[in-house]
């Protein structure tokens, strides 16, 4: 069973930059899709961003400008760089795979998260 693991998150005040990396435990065989979400108490989990296999990005409208996601397809990794952090940032960040087996199976992988506070 492939695992995801995150690292990277911590403590950052405003105005401040963190950067979050997410590796797969093992080899997939193609990851359509890597993307980064978030999640506060009693809300639900929102999409942050992503990055195709093509390198098309997408990000949320808080966030554009001042985050920056990146993938590395042969280390199968992807990292968000975060800049000018805001307390609203303030969350449970995830990394999710979306991809497929050899038998065009498809198979979304997620994270263990990873918290990211924001506060002076």
């Known amino acids: 069973q492939v695992q995801l693991v995150e690292s990277g998150g911590g403590l950052a005040q405003p105005g401040g930059s963190l950067r979050l990396s997410c590796a797969a435990s093992?080899?997939?065989?193609?990851?359509?899709?890597m993307g980064w979400y978030r999640q506060v108490p009693g809300k639900q989990r929102e999409l942050v961003a992503m990055v195709g296999d093509s390198g098309r990005t997408t990000y949320d409208d808080s966030v554009k400008g001042r985050f920056t996601i990146s993938r590395d397809n042969a280390k199968n990794t992807v990292t968000l760089q975060m800049n000018n952090l805001k307390p609203e940032d303030t969350a449970v960040y995830y990394c999710?795979?979306?991809?497929?087996?050899?038998?065009?199976?498809?198979?979304?992988?997620w994270g263990q998260g990873t918290q990211v506070t924001v506060s002076s």
């Open positions: 999710k795979y979306n991809t497929t087996t050899k038998g065009d199976e498809i198979r979304d992988y």
């Open positions: 093992e080899s997939i065989f193609r990851i359509l899709i």
